[in-house]
């Protein structure tokens, strides 16, 4: 299958934003082409806003696998050794319960065609390459992203780039390697901390496997990146890094605009005690029954305290006979 039309979609979208910055009089400042920056960066924008409303759904979807994980544990334990029927029951609750296991990794996948466009587009910026036109790019355009530079360091090059690869871009090494490392770094610690954040707000999983996956995504992505980042262009690199921060600031935006049931009614646990009302705090209800209980101890509750030593017959007394309708008889209604 050619994936042709990635290519397209990504330089349409990376030139239109180019030449709206260009317009504007976006030049080059501190060694760096800004116009071409802000392209990259505004890539992430417009490929984030498409994919907003799935994102909405990922989070929902992640919260009700959360909610669904005792039922799914006590399916574990009633099916313990039959795989099978394991497997169409948690279909069922999953159909019946309208949650989709796959939805909490759609929007990664639909954003790995942009990310290989963008490898596949960044790749082709060498002065050598004859098919300058290719995918809707003028000469001048491709002239021009060729040249495009980050602190000195061209936005095609990359930290495991040859001498000859260097030289082609006219680019110092020691200069590109300072500056790839640095990103690399960046992409790895924001990685990490995209997915802590939503691992955090919506919650440890309690099945095994899927703490597995959660521990994979949290350590194992980030830390394979540091040996991938080395053939990432330093342009790729930005895309990560700013694709990381939007996630960032979106999953926080979203979550506390739609919280978590269990982080929405933090604080409000009911009390079980016998007697307590409904829907007193169990602190403010433990609080009550501890000063109940001090004030028995100390004779000023409702129940008076009772000396058994005072009651008891002295040593050699005689016993003392109730008298004759002494007693408080019970009225019997």
């Known amino acids: 299958m050619s994936l042709d039309w990635i290519y397209w979609a990504i330089s349409w979208i990376l030139l ?5 910055w260009d317009a504007i009089g976006v030049g080059s400042a501190i060694g760096t082409n800004w116009a071409w920056i802000l392209a990259i ?15 909405v759904k990922q989070i929902k979807s992640q ?8 039922k ?11 795989r099978e029927t394991l497997q169409r029951e948690m279909m069922e609750l999953y159909r019946k319960e309208k949650a989709n296991p796959l939805m909490g990794c759609l929007p990664m996948f639909l954003q790995i065609p942009v990310f290989l466009g963008l490898f596949h587009v960044l ?3 060498n002065p050598d390459n004859q098919a300058k036109t290719l995918y809707g790019w003028s000469v001048e355009q491709f002239e021009s992203a060729t040249h495009a530079r980050l602190f000195t360091s061209p936005i095609a090059a990359k930290f495991g780039s040859s001498a000859s690869e260097l030289a082609a871009l006219d680019a110092n090494g020691t200069t590109v390697k300072i500056i790839a490392a640095i990103l690399v770094l960046t992409m790895m610690v924001t990685t990490y901390l995209t997915t802590k954040q939503m691992i955090n707000r919506t919650g440890r999983a309690t099945d095994p496997q899927q703490r597995m996956i959660q521990t994979l995504m949290l350590y194992g992505i980030p830390a394979s990146l540091l040996v991938s980042g080395a053939l990432f262009p330093i342009g790729v690199i930005i895309y990560w890094v700013t694709n990381n921060l939007f996630s960032l600031g979106q999953q926080q935006w979203v979550l506390r605009k739609y919280p978590p049931p269990q982080m929405a009614n933090a604080g409000k646990a009911v009390s079980t005690r016998p007697g307590a009302a409904k829907g ?19 004779g000023t509750g409702t129940q008076p305290v009772v000396d058994g030593k005072a009651l008891a ?8 006979k109730p008298k004759k309708g002494g007693a408080t008889k019970r009225k019997v209604s």
């Open 123 to 125: 790749r082709r910026l």
């Open 63 to 70: 919260r009700a696998m959360q909610a669904l994980q005792p």
């Open 72 to 82: 799914v544990k006590e399916l574990q334990e009633k099916h313990k050794g039959d």
């Open 41 to 55: 960066v505004f890539l992430v924008v417009t490929v984030r806003v498409i994919l907003f409303p799935v994102f």
């Open 280 to 298: 007193t705090p169990a602190k403010k209800t433990a609080a009550k029954g501890g000063t109940a209980k001090k004030a028995t101890k100390a």
């Open 313 to 320: 017959p002295r040593p050699g007394a005689k016993p003392v």
């Open 16 to 20: 239109n934003w180019h030449s709206a």
